[in-house]
């Protein structure tokens, strides 16, 4: 899998991910969808975790910075 995330990506997808936890944790989010909000929480986590998002391949985007040439 080649790297598709960036790290400004990366730590905007960490605080996505702890916010909709405590959001969920704290019962502003309504107990029916605590599941699926926890489930999203985690996956928005991995994918930051390992650097590659699936979403972003058929659309060709990548958050990280091009190589240097030299």
Not at 36 to 52: D, E, Q
Request: aromatic content about 10%; proline content about 6%; overall charge positive.
């Amino acid at each position: 899998m080649k790297q598709n995330v960036g790290r400004t990506d990366r730590i905007a997808r960490f605080a996505a991910a702890v916010v909709l936890a405590i959001l969920t944790y704290a019962k502003i989010i309504p107990e029916n969808l605590s599941v699926v909000v926890y489930v999203v929480a985690g996956i928005i986590a991995l994918t930051g975790i390992v650097r590659f998002c699936p979403l972003y391949k058929p659309f060709g985007i990548s958050t990280c910075r091009e190589k240097a040439p030299f």
